[in-house]
Structures are given as structure tokens and as C-alpha cells.
């Protein structure tokens, strides 16, 4: 058994992170410094946190996250500049009402993107610039608003916007199901594609929102190969196993013996994979920190509570901690 903890057992793997909210950096600060290296803010930053209307910047609740990690040691990633979620109607309409032209809607991102960045250039150590970009069916770049309006190329503007403001910030392009075959092949494209034209794009994110049946071991082997041999940096940004196969509702209240087992199991195997592959992995975010709050709760399904993690409703280590710090 390992006296070191998770930060310390995997300070010379990857840096080892977690989705903070503000009010669990105020209730449990020391938690999140002795076990985590990083923090990501679960929705503090996203566009519509961060610009809610035109020109309106509000950035008291990120700059307290952000001074978080600058006081206590901790990086910080940034997380997203560019997504067909929570990103707010102004950004497409134009001044004069009506849709906002290609020029009007690339000003728009340009200055959000530079402003952000920019005010956090030296402190945010890198950013998922585009999130989520890619179709999960037959086409290639999901329909948004941004891709309408813009055309294909709203992507690359995005990491050269983000790459003026900070040339040091390491840029990812972040997704999920980036170990399904039909998705990752076409993340492969879009990033060879930014690549061969000095785009720069340095890392892929995968974001990790997994359960304890799969996605498979090779599969998961599949992907880190395949992304890594673009040469890119990438990390686990939103790491999660959740306890269900997609929608079953059980109704339960505690996690069964068995899916403990399995979770614990799995969590094993996919650190020891990660360790394997730690000269390409340079991170690994969980999506949140303990079992009492996750956005699984609600998603897919609604009020069916869920414990994804590798510590309890109580924030006491589950078998899976035990697992991963002893491999
Ligand atoms: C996606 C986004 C995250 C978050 C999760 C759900 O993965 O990238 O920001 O919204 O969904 O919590």
C-alpha cells in the first residue's frame, strides 16, 4: 500500500486534475490541493458565463477560481472557447437585428477569445479552444450556428485567435466518444487537416465520459494511438465512469457491490493504460471530485443518482482510489 496519495503517486505520470465548481473550491480547498494538480471550472468559463451579453464581461467568479489555483499550487486549464452550447443568442444576431454576417460573428469570437485568454495569458496554462466539433453521425463538422454562418474555417480562426493572445497557452481540440472508430477517425481528419496548415492546434482532448462497461480497453488503446500519431500532446479532460449503460433507471439509492467491483476494475485498467502511455498523455481530469455531486445525476437520465468517481458521497477513497494508487 502507497503512503503517497494520488497527487503524489502521479506527479511523474501526468498532472493529475479535476472539474471544480466555485463553491467547492470555497467548502473544500484543502481537499482539491492535497489530491488534485489542476482544476478545470465546470461552466465558470464557458461563453456564456464569461460575456452573457454584448461587451459585458463578467469574470468575478473565474478570476476567484483562477487566483485559487495561482495560491495554492495548482494549474489550471481553461475550458471552452468555442461551443454550440451555452454560448448566448447575442453572439449570432447582429447589432441591426437579423443574423449576424460571417465578418460580424468572426469579430465577435475574435474579441471574446482575445479578452479571455488574454486576461488570463501565464495563469491558464491551456485551453480547449473548440469543443465538440465533430458530427456523431454522417457528417463531418456538426451543423451549429458557427459553422452556418462562418463555414468550416470558424475552426482554425479559433486557434489563431487564442494563439495571438497567449503564444505560450497549449491549444487542445476537445471531444467525447473520441474512441468511437466513426468519431475518432474524423478527429484524426480535422486535426491532420489544422496541422498541415500551421494551425495551431497542440493537443486532443478526450473527454472521457465513460461507464464500467466500456468503451473496451483496445479501443481505448485504439485512439491514443491513432490521435498520438499526429504528434499532439493529449489528455483526459473529463474523465467519469458512470455506474449505467446509457438509460437503464434502476432506482437505486447506493451503488451495488458489483458495480463497485467492476468500477474498481475498471479504473485499474485504465490507469495502468494511461501509465503506459504517459509520454503521450499529459493529463487527466476528472469531471468533478466526490459521488455527492455529479452532472450525471441528471444526465441522460434524470434524478438517477450516479457515483462515477474514485472517492465517496463523503469524500473517502472508494475501492477505485485504492486501485489506482497502488498499480
Ligand atoms: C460536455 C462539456 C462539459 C460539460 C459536460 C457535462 O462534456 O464539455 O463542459 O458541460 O458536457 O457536464
Not at 482539491?32 to 461563453?47: D, L, V
Not at 494549474?75 to 460571417?102: D, Y
Not at 455531486?293 to 457515483?307: A, I, S
Request: with cysteine; hydrophobic share 35%; proline share 3%.
Amino acid at each position: 500500500m502507497s503512503n503517497k496519495n494520488l497527487r503524489d503517486v502521479y506527479e511523474s505520470y501526468f498532472i493529475m486534475g479535476a472539474a471544480v465548481t466555485p463553491k467547492l473550491l470555497r467548502e473544500q480547498g484543502s481537499f482539491i490541493r492535497t489530491y488534485f494538480a489542476s482544476i478545470t471550472a465546470e461552466n465558470e468559463m464557458k461563453f456564456e458565463a464569461l460575456q452573457p451579453s454584448r461587451g459585458k464581461y463578467d469574470f468575478k467568479v473565474a478570476d476567484e477560481m483562477v487566483d485559487f489555483a495561482m495560491n495554492n499550487n495548482i494549474k489550471m486549464r481553461g475550458h471552452t472557447l468555442v461551443w454550440h452550447q451555452q454560448t448566448p443568442n447575442w453572439v449570432f444576431e447582429s447589432t441591426n437585428g437579423g443574423n449576424a454576417t460571417r465578418e460580424e460573428l468572426l469579430s465577435n469570437m475574435e474579441s471574446h477569445i482575445k479578452e479571455v485568454v488574454g486576461r488570463y495569458k501565464g495563469k491558464i496554462y491551456c485551453w480547449d479552444v473548440a469543443n465538440e466539433i465533430i458530427d456523431d453521425k454522417d457528417d463531418y463538422i456538426r451543423k451549429s450556428k458557427w459553422l452556418d454562418i462562418i463555414g468550416e474555417d470558424y475552426i482554425e480562426k479559433a486557434f489563431r485567435y487564442a494563439h495571438e493572445a497567449d503564444k505560450e497557452a497549449i491549444l487542445f481540440y476537445n471531444d467525447y466518444n473520441a474512441t468511437e472508430p466513426t468519431k475518432s477517425d474524423k478527429i484524426f481528419r480535422l486535426v491532420k487537416n489544422l496541422l498541415d496548415r500551421e494551425v495551431p492546434v497542440h493537443g486532443i482532448g478526450l473527454q472521457g465520459h465513460w461507464n464500467i462497461y466500456g468503451p473496451s480497453i483496445d479501443q481505448i488503446k485504439a485512439a491514443i494511438e491513432l490521435y498520438a500519431s499526429l504528434g499532439v500532446t493529449l489528455q483526459l479532460t473529463e474523465l467519469d465512469i458512470s455506474m449505467y449503460n446509457n438509460e437503464d433507471n434502476l432506482g437505486l439509492l447506493v451503488p451495488t457491490e458489483e458495480m463497485l467491483e467492476l468500477q474498481a476494475k475498471r479504473y485499474k485498467e485504465i490507469f495502468s493504460l494511461f501509465r503506459e502511455y504517459k509520454e503521450y498523455i499529459s493529463g487527466v481530469t476528472f469531471w468533478g471530485v466526490a459521488d455527492n455531486y455529479t452532472w450525471l445525476d441528471n444526465f441522460p437520465v434524470k434524478n438517477r443518482k450516479n457515483w462515477p468517481f474514485i472517492f465517496d458521497i463523503n469524500y473517502q477513497p472508494k475501492e477505485s482510489y485504492k486501485k489506482i494508487i497502488n498499480i
